[in-house]
């Protein structure tokens, strides 16, 4: 299967599910010199709610050509962001905040599948490996206090995940996530 029967796949799948989603609050944000989006977001079906965090890089986000929604001290910046879209800037606090209101402006939000399906992926992943063999997956320590919250976080969201949509579709989303 390649990537756009995979991503169809996924949208089919999704669609099947009966669940909402909405995108709660959005914020820039740096964290170890990765300059991200980052979503509060949430599923629910029926009675049941899932919150979870999901962030996308700064690269990823078309720019808008309007600029009325942005000050004064933003424009400049912002014109050189539409000459370079992928330049490194020195101002991160700045164009972090520019990026923001253009995905604010534009709704340039995560798709529902894309979250559902990173979800699984990760948690399928701390579900079925230990934490040293998670760790050794990807490349993180086993020593590491910061490294063991996020396999728990991955591993909360699995069994989150396996009330919202169940175990069978958990994997199904996790073999299709595999194959973008």
């Known amino acids: 299967m390649n990537c756009d029967e995979a991503?169809?796949?996924?949208?089919?799948?999704?669609?099947?599910?009966?669940l909402s989603f909405v995108v709660l609050s959005i914020q820039g944000r740096t964290k170890d010199?990765?300059?991200?989006?980052?979503?509060?977001?949430?599923?629910?079906?029926?009675?049941?709610?899932?919150?979870c965090e999901y962030s996308m890089g700064t690269g990823l986000f078309k720019l808008d050509k309007s600029k009325h929604f942005l000050n004064q001290e933003q424009i400049p910046m912002y014109e050189k962001m539409m000459e370079k879209p992928?330049?490194?800037?020195?101002?991160?606090?700045?164009?972090?905040?520019?990026?923001?209101?253009?995905?604010?402006?534009?709704?340039?939000?995560?798709?529902?599948?894309?979250?559902?399906?990173?979800?699984?992926?990760?948690?399928?992943?701390?579900?079925?490996?230990?934490?040293?063999?998670?760790?050794?997956?990807?490349?993180?320590?086993s020593d590491s206090i910061k490294d063991k919250k996020v396999y728990d976080t991955c591993l909360d969201y699995y069994?989150?995940?396996?009330?919202?949509?169940?175990?069978?579709?958990?994997?199904?989303?996790?073999e299709l996530m595999n194959e973008l």
């Open 7 to 18: 991503k169809k796949e996924l949208e089919r799948v999704y669609s099947g599910l009966n």
């Open 159 to 174: 069994f989150k995940l396996e009330r919202l949509i169940g175990r069978d579709l958990i994997y199904t989303f996790y």
């Open 86 to 141: 992928h330049a490194n800037f020195i101002d991160k606090k700045m164009h972090l905040s520019i990026v923001q209101k253009i995905v604010e402006k534009t709704k340039q939000y995560p798709s529902d599948y894309e979250v559902l399906g990173s979800l699984c992926r990760d948690g399928y992943d701390a579900h079925e490996y230990s934490f040293e063999d998670w760790c050794s997956n990807y490349g993180l320590n």
């Open 33 to 51: 010199g990765w300059e991200h989006i980052h979503f509060d977001c949430v599923f629910k079906k029926d009675n049941y709610e899932l919150k």
